[in-house]
């Protein structure tokens, strides 16, 4: 498939652009920096509320996706802070809590930046080539999709270390897989009216547990150190396969950034630690809303819940319009690592853990509420206690994505 773009300069309709993704970069970073608040979140108040702002959707839409993006530069940091990370960044959480345990949350901060920060230079221009080639083999992926999913399931599994591990993956991601059958079909009426089952499923799985069990804990202790330890040309390498194992989630339903992630830890040299963990997941996270947007354009498929919303609101696929948004949003997203996450950290490690982990569980109530109603809050608890499985057999909690992942297995949801 052939892309081609004409730019042409126009004042008022720039100031415009601008303003929209200004707006977006606002709601991203709010997003970002509140626990169990998703930037698909603010894309489905946006979405439906789209015909209501005045303004052409191409702008409307740039907004929801300068929200994207900067969410994924900054849900880093309530992950590090707070213990409750976004699905995408469920692999780097643990490794970046080591970090912030040892004083260095502030070079985690910066590595994960770096990671995004990559992950946008390298993904726009790797596009064109990568979506072409996908159109080629899609047809063929889609028909054998059920062999693909189980395929990284079976390879998320295998990349536990103990056979503990692999039993607690296997248990992981048979209960939520069966959580998802049981509950993605079902119609929510909710206070906002962009309900969405994913909202508790994912509050639940993902970030309640890790607060349960961080209950009692020190919290976070002073950090002492900001400097970078791994060279530039490590960090490069890291965040080139980020980039790569992002493009895989930007095209293939049901493999999520938290799979993609996980898979690129096998990657990762273990020498590098939690310092390249990071960078490469951070860079996953990200790529794959770059990736995703050129997968829309070319197969006509939203692969994440920003374009769902995009797709929604009859947004116009302007490519040149959505990529300068990109790299607004990117250029904003970096920034804001940089200026808010220090501080973020400080402020939380002065209250206490234990309260502040009580408020935190409160909240993720009152937004699975908010967006799926009683029945969202019910399906939250649920899902806590099934995201409760992982730790008690020492594996990773990206096994959880068989929500998503195991209904289009069975061929339970589409």
Known sequence: MAFSAHVVFAPDRTVAVFAFVLAGVVLGTVSGLIPGIHANNMAFVLAAVAPSIPGPPTLVGSAMLAAGVVHTFLDIIPALALGVP???????????????????????????????????????????????????????????????????????????STQRGRVGGVVAFASSTGLGLLTLDL???????????????????????????????????????????????????????????????????GVSSAIAATLALVAVPGRYGGRGFIVATSGVNTANTVFALFALVALGSPRTGVLVALERANVPL???????????????????????????????????????SICVFALLCVVSYLFAGLLGVGVFAASTVVGLVPARFGAQRAHLMGVLMGPLIVGGYV
């Open 86 to 160: 976004d699905p995408a960044m469920a692999a780097s959480a643990l490794p970046g809590h080591r970090l912030v345990l040892e004083g260095r949350g502030g070079e985690a901060l910066r590595l994960s930046a770096l990671g995004s920060g990559l992950a946008i230079v390298l993904a726009v221009p790797l596009s064109i080539p990568v979506t072409e080639a996908m159109v080629t083999v899609y047809p063929t992926i889609s028909a054998h999709l059920s062999i693909v999913l189980g395929s990284a399931a079976l390879l998320l599994i295998w990349t536990e």
């Open 187 to 253: 119609s929510v009426q909710a206070p906002l009216d962009v309900g969405s089952m994913l909202t508790p499923l994912f509050t639940g799985l993902f970030g309640a547990p890790v607060l349960l069990e961080a209950m009692g804990g020190n919290g976070v202790p002073e950090q002492v150190g900001v400097e970078i330890t791994l060279s530039r040309r490590i960090v490069g390498g890291l965040g080139t396969i980020g980039t790569v194992c992002g493009a895989v989630v930007g095209y293939i339903p």
């Open 318 to 356: 302007d490519l040149p319009i959505l990529l300068v948004a990109v790299g607004f949003a990117a250029v904003a997203g970096f920034s804001f690592v940089l200026l808010i996450g220090d501080a973020y950290l400080s402020v939380i490690g002065s209250v206490g853990y234990t309260k502040l």
